[in-house]
């Protein structure tokens, strides 16, 4: 059984940034791919990034490439999400999900564990 809690969302102006951050529980961590999503009011969830179990291989949707970062810190059981140069529609709630299975860019659903989510209100 893995929890999942994410901290660090808010509110922040355009062309600011935010460093989100998921803890998980349990001794498996590095066993499981962490993805981050995100839902905005009244859109589905979409992916937003996603890493492997060691850290070395990152991926990223297009609307946040070049500005958000992945990360993580097995011996901290933490993932990250830094998130640089804020847009408004980058708005939305932020989960971070856990699975044993290989990241899959089109899929949002169906994964072991997910945490309760952290509100990201960007401003313009």
């Known amino acids: 059984q893995v929890q999942l809690v994410e901290s660090g969302g808010g509110l922040v102006q355009a062309g600011g940034s935010l460093r989100l951050s998921c803890a998980a529980s349990?001794?498996?961590?590095?066993?499981?791919?962490m993805q981050w999503f995100r839902q905005a009011p009244g859109a589905e969830r979409e992916f937003v990034a996603a890493?492997?179990?060691?850290?070395?291989?990152?991926y990223y949707s297009d609307p946040v490439k070049g500005r958000f970062t992945i990360s993580r810190d097995n011996a901290k059981n933490t993932v990250y999400l830094q998130m640089n140069s804020l847009k408004p529609e980058d708005t939305a709630v932020y989960y971070c999900?856990?699975?044993?299975?290989?990241?899959?860019?089109?899929?949002?659903?169906?994964?072991?564990?997910w945490g309760q989510g952290t509100q990201v209100t960007v401003s313009s």
């Open positions: 999900a856990a699975d044993r299975a290989p990241p899959d860019l089109a899929r949002t659903e169906g994964y072991e564990y």
């Open positions: 349990g001794r498996s961590f590095s066993t499981y791919f």
């Open positions: 890493i492997s179990r060691s850290g070395v291989s990152t």
